[in-house]
């Protein structure tokens, strides 16, 4: 069984930055491509971030580029998303995602496995 778990959200202030991970358990980790998707309020769960098997390709949202970075350890299974220069519309709960294979998508069809979420919050 997958188990994705995201950790490292919480309340900031504009500006400053957090560093969230997701770490995953019942699954092959190096052979699946991962990403992260965000939902604030009242809105759809958008992508955010994507990463292919070995970490040598990454896409991200034309909103976050350049501030945001994911990153990926697999020795120990674990995705990270950097979030620099945080925004007050960064504000959303971030789900961690593993894909179906293991080249990179932006397309939440395509991610068969889900994090519970972590809520960050920005303050202006």
């Known amino acids: 069984q997958v188990q994705l778990v995201e950790s490292g959200g919480g309340l900031v202030q504009a500006g400053d930055s957090l560093r969230l991970s997701c770490a995953a358990s019942?699954?092959?980790?190096?052979?699946?491509?991962m990403a992260w998707f965000r939902q604030a309020p009242g809105k759809e769960r958008e992508f955010v971030a994507t990463?292919?098997?070995?970490?040598?390709?990454?896409y991200y949202a034309a909103s976050v580029k350049g501030r945001f970075t994911i990153s990926r350890d697999n020795a120990k299974n674990t995705v990270y998303l950097q979030m620099n220069n945080l925004k007050p519309e960064d504000t959303a709960v971030y789900y961690c995602?593993?894909?179906?294979?293991?080249?990179?998508?932006?397309?939440?069809?395509?991610?068969?496995?889900w994090g519970q979420g972590t809520q960050v919050t920005v303050s202006s």
């Open positions: 019942g699954l092959t980790f190096s052979a699946y491509a």
């Open positions: 990463i292919n098997w070995s970490g040598g390709r990454t």
């Open positions: 995602a593993a894909s179906r294979g293991s080249t990179y998508s932006t397309r939440q069809g395509d991610f068969g496995s």
